[in-house]
């Protein structure tokens, strides 16, 4: 019999009506439904899951499911909704034909992110982006980075984005980073408000690790690691972080009826005239 995981974000009323339904519809179909939190940690054995809310519901579920190696579908409850493949309208038919037909999953690299403080280190993974800020006091910060070993750049201004080619439409293209397909290979770099001209979002291979060092800044400033904007780390200069790949990725299940440019123009209203 057919498991499948509902995770939905409970801050959300009509996510947990949603999912409700779901389990019901579910059952219907010969199918077993449970309703898991979107703040669970671990999971069991499921063949596959959806998530119900937004796109923070799904960067926040990528973490548990990704390593589980359990694909998701995402059900946009939110507004913009780039990585939710349909909506309640639209999600039974697809469910149906899921059921009936099986399902494409695509691969999304997840960032395996490692801090390394003076007296212990700690990794975790994001599938959108690592941000080093400059914190509350916005002060300027210098981040010391380097590609494999070799010296890349100082890093001065309010930050720095490394961001997957999924996350290249969150933050970093906010930043003025490029749009980069899903399907590439490669890892970018975005520094926020940087105090040169010169430096300009780039692209490295996602073969590449990268390590950034946290530099000079002000004595009472906190520079701060955020990884998808959920999970953050007080940073002390001197501290080390090491972004790779996650041996991992997500499997994010694809709506055949839904293509990608298609998305881009509809999300961020390409050809509207206001």
Not at 55 to 63: F, H, Q, Y
Not at 103 to 110: D, K, L, S, T, Y
Not at 160 to 185: C, D, E, K, Q, W
Request: a positive charge; charged letters at 20%; glycine letters at 8%.
């Amino acid at each position: 019999m057919t498991r499948v995981a509902i995770i939905y974000n409970s801050e959300k009323p009509k996510a947990g009506t949603q999912a409700r339904r779901l389990k019901t519809w579910l059952r219907r179909h010969d199918c077993v439904g449970i309703i898991v939190p979107s703040s669970t940690k671990k999971l069991g054995a499921f063949d596959f899951a959806l998530t119900l809310g937004g796109d923070g519901t799904m960067l926040k579920a990528s973490r548990f499911l990704a390593p589980a190696r359990i694909p998701v579908l995402g059900i946009n409850l939110g507004t913009l909704g780039f990585l939710a493949e349909t909506n309640p309208d639209e999600a039974y038919a697809f469910l149906e034909n899921i059921l009936k037909n099986g399902f494409h999953a695509e691969a999304r690299p997840m960032l395996s992110v490692t801090v390394m403080f003076k007296h212990r280190s700690v990794t975790n993974t994001a599938l959108n982006d690592c941000i080093i800020h400059s914190g509350d006091n916005g002060r300027v910060i210098t981040l010391n980075t380097a590609v494999n070993g070799e010296f890349l750049a100082d890093y001065v201004g309010d930050g720095l984005i490394v961001s997957t080619p999924t996350g290249s439409t969150a933050y970093s293209l906010a930043a003025s980073g490029p749009i980069v397909h899903p399907h590439l290979s490669v890892l970018l770099l975005t520094p926020i408000c940087p105090h040169t001209l010169a430096q300009r979002p780039m692209l490295i291979s996602d073969k590449h690790e990268l390590t950034i060092t946290v530099g000079r800044h002000a004595a009472l400033q906190k520079p701060v690691l955020s990884l998808d904007g959920q999970t953050n780390y007080h940073l002390h200069k001197g501290d080390r972080i090491i972004v790779t790949i996650a041996e991992t990725p997500l499997q994010l299940i694809i709506n055949p009826k839904r293509r990608y440019f298609e998305v881009l123009r509809a999300k961020l209203k390409w050809g509207e005239r206001g």
